[in-house]
């Protein structure tokens, strides 16, 4: 697979709850009638300022080591290497709004439309999130119309900057997959423009390799522990 | 007086035609402009701190409100151009050289003017001279830096450093916030405070502003 996957808006326009915790209201909590209206505001902008696109290119074994060794800043013990290594297939990754929802949102700041512009960069946020839900399953299909997995494989997705995985990884990403393709491109920071944007790596294979506990030495500067509320996911799936 | 009370409970509803609306009134019975600004839009947003402090409001209502504050500073403004009047002291603003993430900062400046300080706002992407050549020219009490990335927070320390070396650290107090950015690694560089986030970065510059 190495392809530009087409993304169609409504497909990423996120759920409410998803963009509440982004705008850090608790999900036990309600969104009041002002903050409601504020989201349906800024999901309207939103479908017609994004224009996701995605990009997967397949990646063997030997070549994701060498990217994700990146330049060697990694964290010393990482989980990444060794689930890949126990992968059926790889395969590198990147998805994007575009540049208009980012540039909507900063004008709604100069503009002082405050709570609009904040909410609509959470929508964009949890949207983009949903861009890479999408690629990730058009892997697995791509993978179950090849043959090369069963049922029981599943897909997740790790990126640089998260997991002990140095962000400067992307340096050695972006030269593989070339993710220009779909107008996104890295700066020097390692920041990728437009800033709704995630790349990564799609490792697909059986649901055990993907666990791994949250003890690592760099865990206790991350704020989420999402890996573990995605590992739930992953084994709460039928 | 129960029309200031009025403009602090409007603010709080985040009813930006009330509020202007108000202030207009209140100007019209010749009451201070100072007086508006302080114990009317400040006032109202002090409380909105708090209220958000206490988990008891949210983000979106707390943008409501500033956007209401808004409104009502752009009736004060040509007021106190006009008086004279000072706001607190002014903090320099800006995301680190290499950066372009701004929403957080942008929040900060938004919290910041409404507790009443005057903010110099750089932007982002902003290389570590020009925040100390515009804090000294400005005379900025405060520098805020913001960073959103693990590879751009070094630039933190050189804006830090820089200000070491032209004997300034004691004069203007540094302040950090961001993703990857922790009390810690403020501590670390050598930076003044760490706010987690707008709200409690406020009371730091506070703080910081009321030591020196």
């Known amino acids: 697979m190495n392809e530009i996957i087409e993304i169609s808006t409504s497909d990423v326009v996120p759920v409410e709850k998803s963009v509440m915790l982004l705008q850090g209201i608790p999900l036990s909590e309600r969104m009041s009638k002002n903050a409601e209206q504020i989201f349906l505001h800024a999901r309207d902008v939103f479908k017609k300022c994004a224009h996701p696109a995605g990009i997967v290119k397949d990646i063997p074994q030997k070549a994701f080591q060498d990217v994700y060794k990146g330049q060697s800043f990694n964290a010393e013990n990482t989980p990444v290497p060794e689930i890949a290594l126990h992968a059926d297939d790889l395969a590198l990754f990147a998805v994007t709004l575009g540049r208009v929802v980012h540039d909507k949102i900063n004008e709604l700041f100069e503009s002082k439309e405050l709570a609009l512009a904040s909410m609509l960069d959470s929508v964009a946020s949890a949207g983009v999130e949903k861009a890479a839900d999408i690629v990730e399953t058009k892997f697995l299909e791509s993978l179950m119309t090849k043959g090369t997995v069963d049922k029981e494989t599943v897909v997740m997705r790790y990126s640089p900057g998260y997991c002990g995985w140095h962000v400067s990884g992307q340096r050695k990403l972006f030269e593989y997959l070339k993710p220009s393709r779909i107008g996104i491109v890295l700066r020097d920071s390692f920041l990728m423009e437009p800033l709704k944007s995630v790349s990564g790596v799609l490792i697909a294979g059986k649901k055990e390799i993907h666990i791994f506990e949250d003890n690592y030495p760099f865990c206790s500067e991350c704020e989420t522990h999402s890996c573990q509320e995605r590992i739930r996911a992953l084994l709460d799936r039928a | ?212």
């Open chain 2, 1 to 212: 007086m129960d029309l200031l009370q009025d403009i602090s409970v409007a603010l709080q509803d985040g009813n930006c035609e009330k509020v202007e609306a108000l202030v207009r009134q209140l100007l019209s019975a010749k009451v201070l402009p100072k007086d508006v600004l302080d114990k009317g839009l400040i006032a109202g947003m002090n409380v909105i701190g708090e209220k958000y402090k206490n988990h008891e409001i949210f983000l979106p209502e707390v943008l409501l409100a500033a956007k209401a504050m808004y409104k009502g500073m752009d009736v004060l403004r040509p007021l106190f151009l006009k008086d004279e009047i000072p706001t607190l002291c002014k903090v320099v603003i800006g995301t680190v050289q290499g950066d372009i993430h701004d929403i957080g900062k942008n929040l900060v400046a938004i919290m910041l003017r409404g507790a009443g300080f005057d903010v110099v706002d750089l932007g982002k992407d902003v290389p570590a001279e020009k925040f100390v050549e515009v804090a000294v020219q400005e005379k900025a009490s405060v520098i805020g830096m913001s960073a959103l990335l693990t590879t751009t927070m070094p630039a933190m320390k050189e804006v830090v450093e820089r200000l070491k070396k032209r004997r300034l650290d004691g004069k203007i107090k540094t302040i950090i916030g961001g993703a990857p950015v922790s009390a810690d690694y403020a501590r670390h560089i050598g930076a003044d405070a760490y706010g987690y986030d707008s709200v409690n970065a406020v009371e730091w510059v506070k703080k910081l502003t009321t030591q020196s």
